[in-house]
């Protein structure tokens, strides 16, 4: 029973620090809330649930092949800042809103998708920690495994939406010029994402010191 409550424990605190800590997703939620509304932010906060899954699965055969990790994770983390790169400038280059303008499709779940599949934080979270904690709990019983996905998401995604709920309930203050100022401020920190991102990859392939 302690085993499992510690399985359980683990779920709540690492999908709460993994839900509010700063990252690409929480920023793009943050960023389409804003510019699209509460239900685009939501639904950037749930793109883990979809996504995760083949992630889980991509690391437990990483797992089989370790020589090939770190080429892997290089890719991803390269291919994941060029979008992280896009996506800054679409929020460094935003307009003031224009209430006569024909609205342009959010593409939310697209742009989430992608975004968290083009970033190698989930991968290396997954092969370092949630991967063997879920083999750990396999081995008390098939409960557990399922205790501490369950955890997990519902404290990664919970706290997400509370970010995104916290930054509609301040829409009216975000008028003119202080709603492009904070895309733009958020477009700057997607691009520091995509820095980190590019070192992250050379590292992988071993061009600079991690």
Known sequence: MRTEITILLSGIVLGLSAGISPGPILTLAISQTLQHGLKEGIKIAFVPVITDLPIIAITLGLLSRLSEVHTILGIIALLGSL??????????????????????????????????????????????????????AHQINLLSPT???????????????????????????????????????????????????????LGHFGLITL
């Open 83 to 136: 979008f992280l790169i896009y996506l800054g400038y679409e929020c460094v280059t935003i307009k003031p809103v224009d209430p006569d303008r024909k609205e342009i499709k959010p593409q939310s779940l697209r742009k989430g998708i992608l975004a968290n599949f083009l970033n190698p934080n989930p991968y290396l979270f997954w092969l370092s920690v949630g991967t063997p904690i879920i083999l750990k």
């Open 147 to 201: 205790l501490f996905i369950i955890t997990f998401y519902i404290c990664l995604v919970g706290s997400k939406c509370i970010v995104v709920f916290l930054t509609e309930r301040s829409r009216h203050l975000l008028k003119s010029k202080y709603y492009v100022i904070i895309n733009k401020l958020l477009g700057i920190v997607l691009w520091i994402f995509a820095l980190l991102f590019i070192k992250e990859g």
